[in-house]
């Protein structure tokens, strides 16, 4: 199995711009999870979906943010617009059970 | 509120030596426990998990945890540590059933001397 699947690796662009995040769970998983990893403060949920349905998006910052899962194997994460304090590594993980398996994460600059 | 203290943000430990990392958490029920690693630059990686049953969990990597439930803690230790453990170490909690979020730590950076 491939794992998760994260795309872009990197992202650098300037403020005001929209980003996309993709994320491809692992096959036959029916949850899946988006995280930010700061410095300052650490990892924390942003929302996740069980069986493409969103389950708690408490965590979204705010209305700039937003997150899709049309289907089963492709989920999205969206930032319009972009602001710098955006800048962070965003995980995707995904899980059939109560374990969480993570994705290598996309590290997005703003400038 | 559900919460995860990991008290030492930086431990350094020389190779060969064992290891213990410290996690307590605050959660009104036994949760599932979790300990991920994490290389810089990389995604998290799961060492070991905790759902119930034998307190003491068996990982990867040669790492073990033990769930004290008196004490609201869930270590992690390994009895020799290598050069390629450095990374650094999150311990996690959930609440138990499947297709629920975690609540991580702020992680513990490991380094090991020779």
């Known amino acids: 199995d491939a794992g998760v699947i994260q795309s872009p690796r990197h992202e650098v662009t300037e403020m005001g711009q929209e980003v996309t995040l993709r994320c491809k769970p692992i096959?036959?998983?029916?949850?899946l999870f988006w995280y930010r990893q700061t410095m300052m403060r650490g990892l924390e949920l942003l929302i996740y979906f069980n069986n493409n349905v969103p389950i708690d998006d408490s965590g979204m910052p705010e209305d700039r943010f937003s997150a899709k899962m049309p289907n089963a194997s492709f989920s999205t994460l969206k930032i319009q617009p972009s602001e710098p304090r955006d800048s962070a590594v965003y995980f995707c993980?995904?899980?059939?059970?109560?374990?969480?398996?993570f994705g290598p994460g996309t590290r997005l600059t703003v400038t | 509120a559900q919460s995860v203290t990991q008290p030492d943000i930086h431990i350094t430990v020389s190779e060969g030596a064992s290891l213990e990392l410290r996690c307590n958490y605050s959660y009104g029920a036994t949760p599932y426990l979790f300990w991920y690693v994490q290389s810089p630059g990389q995604g998290l990686q799961l060492l070991l998990k905790y759902f119930s049953g034998d307190t003491l969990v068996q990982g990867i990597k040669g790492f073990e945890a033990e769930f004290k439930r008196s004490q609201s803690s869930f270590n992690l230790r390994k009895p020799s540590v290598h050069w390629s453990d450095a990374a650094e170490y999150f311990c996690a909690v959930a609440p138990p059933q499947a297709g629920t979020a975690l609540i991580f730590g702020k992680g513990t950076t490991l380094s090991v001397s020779s």
């Open positions: 096959s036959g998983h029916n949850s």
């Open positions: 993980a995904s899980s059939s059970g109560g374990e969480q398996y």
